[in-house]
C-alpha cells in the first residue's frame, strides 16, 4: 500500500499498487445481486452499485507504465473487469446499474475520458438497463473536500 493525497483534504489514504495485468479478482456481484433480489418485496426494483473505473483508477498506485501507460490505460483495463462481472449481474435479471464516480469533482480534467469509457462501458452492457450516475463533492463528514463546479465536468454540446 502506497499512501495518497487527493485535494487539499490534507489526509493520505493508503492505495494498492498496481504490480502486474489487471484481471478479473471475480467480486461476484452475480450472487450479491441475486442474494439481494430474492431477499427484497416482490415489485421492488434492485439495482446494482459499483464503484467506477475511475475513481478505482485514482485509487490505484500504477507501478506498470509498461502495462498500462497513463490513468485511461488502467481505467480501461478496470472497465473491462467491471463489464465482465456486470454482464452476468444483468444476465442475472438485473435491469438498474449504477456507477458511483465521485472522484470526477476532485480531477475534473479526467472527466472527458472517463466519461467516454464509462459510454463504452454501457453501450457494451446494453441499452435495455437503466443506468446511474453519482458524482460528489464531500464526504461523511459533511466536510467539503474538492471545490470544483459540476458544470466543470461537461463540455458544451457543439452548435
Not at 418485496?41 to 485514482?58: F, L, M, S, W
Amino acid at each position: 500500500m502506497v499512501p495518497q493525497t487527493f485535494g487539499g483534504a490534507g489526509f493520505a489514504i493508503e492505495c494498492p499498487r498496481l504490480v502486474g495485468e489487471i484481471n478479473n479478482p471475480r467480486f461476484n456481484l452475480a450472487h450479491n445481486w441475486k442474494l439481494a433480489r430474492e431477499t427484497a418485496p416482490d415489485g421492488v426494483e434492485v439495482k446494482q452499485t459499483v464503484t467506477g473505473p475511475h475513481v478505482i483508477t485514482r485509487f490505484t498506485v500504477n507501478e506498470r507504465p509498461d502495462l498500462y501507460t497513463d490513468a485511461q490505460a488502467v481505467c480501461r483495463a478496470w472497465a473491462k473487469v467491471l463489464v465482465e462481472e456486470l454482464k452476468e449481474v444483468v444476465e442475472a435479471g438485473c435491469r438498474f446499474i449504477q456507477f458511483d464516480e465521485p472522484m470526477w469533482t476532485e480531477s475534473p480534467q479526467d472527466s472527458v475520458w472517463s466519461a467516454e469509457i464509462l459510454n463504452e462501458m454501457m453501450d457494451e452492457l446494453g441499452h435495455h438497463v437503466r443506468y446511474g450516475l453519482h458524482v460528489c463533492g464531500g464526504n461523511p463528514r459533511r466536510k467539503r473536500v474538492y471545490f470544483t463546479k459540476y458544470t466543470d465536468l461537461v463540455r458544451p454540446s457543439p452548435p
